[in-house]
Every structure is written in structure tokens, then in C-alpha cells.
């Protein structure tokens, strides 16, 4: 664990910023509430598209099918896709966490249209800029999606499983589901699809897909100190770009 409790020390004071930052508490209206989600929606999307950036490199995904690469880091990254991708909500039904996280905005009130406009033009052709910047994206979500995909089309899976593992949605800590909580108290407001996906997201990527994750990145940096350093360098930018995100996100 030498390498991995390397980097965790090093982006620690940067983590540690983000988590026990005072703009959490700016968080007290539901105005507050949805400009945060309207910010965050993004970072769950380009999760979304890292997790499967990496499931392409990890595993195979053409026809006719060969075995790509080694088991073990195919079955990790299986794994994480099975319940990143079609998990359930809070009624059983199957979902993927994005496809939740919008049940989620709808119900607050939050504005989907914006998102889910820019990925249609995306996903027709537009580059990420253009289809962002013509659907209004907040200039701090263009900056952190832009430099997701610049990691994916790297095409060196372990940069896309470091920012993945050290980098991604475990920086939202367990305080936050009691701000929502509180919201609800003061405006009399239910949001419980949200505090169910928080609490999802506690349960599942704080605990299993994070230990999945690090055994991925250790699989595929390997004994190879360039790797590392890469893996570090990686992580460090993924974190600093969140900040400013995070800062856009908790702005009233």
C-alpha cells in the first residue's frame, strides 16, 4: 500500500479543504440547494462517462469478444459499472446513479433542461466545448468535464482509475446529508430522493467501489514508478479543478 498511502498523503491537505470547507454551510435555502445541483449534476455525468472510458480500455467491449487484459482488473471494473449504472432507487426501481441524480433535481425544482441539452448536442457531434457553451454550462463545470475527458482521451487507463479513485464523488462528506436535512426542517420542503442518493452514494462508493478502485489503480500502475508519479500529478490537478468547482457549487 506504500504507493497508495503516497498519494493519499500528499493530496490529503487539498481533500482535507474541499471537505471541511465553511462553503457547505452557505447551504441553507433551497435556492442555495439547487444552484449546487445545477453545478454538481456535471461531475456526476463525466463520472459516469470516466467509469466507462475505463471499462472500454479494461475490458472488451467489440464483437467478436477476446479476453482483454487481466481478470482480476476486468472483473473490478465490471463491478463498479453494475452499480454505477443500474442500481435501484428509493423505490426498487432500477437506475443509474445520473438517471437518479436528475429524479433528484426534478423534485427540488432544480433546471435538468441545461444538462440534459448539452449532452444531446455532445453525443450528436458537437465537441464538449461548443455543446457546453451553447447550453449555458457554468464555466467551473466546462473546466472540470474538460479536463475528465482530456484524462480519458489520454488513453492510459491508470491516470483515468487514479482521478477515479482519489479524485472523485467520495470528497462529499456525511455532513452534507444533514445540511439537506436541515433544509427540509427549515422549509418544510421533502427532498428525499436526494438524501437517498447521498445516502447511496455513502454506502456503496464511500465503502465497496472504493476499495475496488484502489485495487484497480494498484493493478494497473503496478511496479512502475512513472506510472505513480503520472497517477499522483493526475490526481493533484483532478482535485484542484474540483475546488473550483466547489466554490461555483456553494455560491449564493
Not at 449534476?41 to 475505463?54: E, I, N, P, R
Amino acid at each position: 500500500m506504500n504507493n497508495i498511502e503516497a498519494i493519499n498523503g500528499i493530496v490529503a491537505p487539498v481533500r482535507k479543504q474541499i471537505v471541511e470547507s465553511n462553503t457547505y454551510k452557505n447551504i441553507q435555502t433551497t435556492e442555495a440547494l439547487r444552484n449546487f445541483m445545477e453545478h454538481h449534476v456535471y461531475a456526476v455525468w463525466d463520472f459516469m462517462s470516466l467509469l466507462k472510458g475505463l471499462q472500454r480500455h479494461l475490458t472488451c467491449v467489440e464483437v467478436p469478444w477476446v479476453p482483454v487484459g487481466d481478470a482480476q482488473t476486468r472483473y473490478l471494473i465490471n463491478e463498479i459499472v453494475t452499480g454505477e449504472e443500474s442500481d435501484v432507487d428509493e423505490h426498487g426501481v432500477r437506475k443509474s446513479h445520473f438517471e437518479l441524480y436528475l429524479d433528484a433535481m426534478s423534485q427540488s425544482g432544480a433546471d435538468t433542461s441545461t444538462v440534459l441539452g448539452f449532452i444531446g448536442d455532445f453525443i450528436r457531434g458537437e465537441s464538449l466545448e461548443s455543446a457546453a457553451l451553447k447550453n449555458g454550462v457554468p464555466k467551473a463545470a466546462l473546466d472540470f468535464m474538460t479536463f475528465t475527458f482530456s484524462i480519458i482521451n489520454s488513453g492510459k487507463p491508470h491516470l483515468m482509475a487514479a482521478i477515479f479513485t482519489f479524485g472523485r464523488e467520495d470528497l462529499i462528506p456525511d455532513m452534507f446529508l444533514s445540511i439537506v436535512k436541515d433544509i427540509e426542517k427549515n422549509t418544510g420542503k421533502d427532498y428525499q430522493t436526494f438524501r437517498y442518493y447521498l445516502e447511496r452514494h455513502i454506502e456503496v462508493d464511500g465503502d465497496h467501489h472504493s476499495h475496488l478502485a484502489i485495487e484497480m489503480t494498484q493493478r494497473l500502475c503496478g511496479d512502475d514508478p512513472l506510472k505513480w508519479e503520472e497517477a499522483q500529478q493526475a490526481v493533484q490537478q483532478s482535485l484542484s479543478i474540483r475546488a473550483r468547482l466547489w466554490d461555483a457549487a456553494f455560491s449564493v
